[in-house]
T-cell receptor
Framework: QKEVEQNSGPLSVPEGAIASLNCTYSDRVSQSFFWYRQYSGKSPELIMS????GDKEDGRFTAQLNKASQYVSLLIRDSQPSDSATYLCAVPFGSARQLTFGSGTQLTVLP | DAGVIQSPRHEVTEMGQEVTLRCKPISGHNSLFWYRQTMMRGLELLIY????????DSGMPEDRFSAKMPNASFSTLKIQPSEPRDSAVYFCAIPLGGGAYNEQFFGPGTRLTVL
């Protein structure tokens, strides 16, 4: 099993819909989880951090964490075409607890 | 204000040549990360510096790769000799602050093509 796994997509949703992005991780001791957004040809940008079980909301974005199931998700409400990007899940891993990134999910929001 | 300058932004070189990538945090940071991104392998950590000292270089692919951080305002990643499989986008990143060094700000990247 890969350390961090994401649905590779691509995922397409209509404008205004909810986009749901999923991520599972293999390290049970992980305590912090991150979502980065990467537009085509650009660098990754941190959009959400979550450290506790449950939901964390920031504007149209909600991160959900379930440590027992080793699962973290990102919901984007009222999706906009400007949300079209690749979303990377990242989890600290290994003895030095450095970030390990998933392969990313490419999201397209259709106008 | 978090900010990172990377140079060059694009580099095209021939196999066997030495390549030096540069990273300059605008506000000076003692912690700095170098990543490599390819379609096949995704985004991978190469090396991590803290207090200008390499802490974890387990991601450095082989001896052809070396990195230095002589001060809080500058770091280099060198590939000598370069090979076509080194073609990738190389990012450097710094912690955003607040003690959570995994909340990182990425520079614009250097797109390296080795022919």
């Amino acid at each position: 099993q890969k350390e961090v796994e994401q649905n590779s997509g691509p995922l397409s949703v209509p404008e205004g819909a909810i986009a749901s992005l999923n991520c599972t991780y293999s390290d049970r001791v992980s305590q912090s989880f991150f979502w980065y957004r990467q537009y085509s040809g650009k660098s990754p940008e941190l959009i959400m951090s979550i450290y506790s079980n449950g939901d964390k909301e920031d504007g149209r974005f909600t991160a959900q964490l379930n440590k027992a199931s080793q699962y973290v998700s990102l919901l984007i409400r009222d999706s906009q075409p400007s949300d079209s990007a690749t979303y990377l899940c990242a989890v600290p891993f290994g003895s030095a607890r450095q970030l390990t990134f998933g392969s990313g999910t490419q999201l397209t929001v259709l106008p | 204000d978090a900010g990172v300058i990377q140079s060059p932004r694009h580099e095209v070189t021939e196999m066997g040549q030495e390549v030096t990538l540069r990273c300059k945090p605008i506000s000076g940071h003692n912690s700095l990360f170098w990543y490599r991104q390819t379609m096949m392998r995704g985004l991978e950590l190469l090396i991590y510096f803290n207090n200008n000292v390499p802490i974890d270089d387990s991601g450095m692919p082989e001896d052809r790769f070396s990195a230095k951080m002589p001060n809080a305002s500058f770091s280099t990643l060198k590939i000598q000799p370069s090979e076509p499989r080194d073609s990738a986008v190389y990012f450097c990143a710094i912690p955003l602050g607040g003690g959570a060094y995994n909340e990182q700000f990425f520079g614009p990247g250097t797109r390296l093509t080795v022919l």
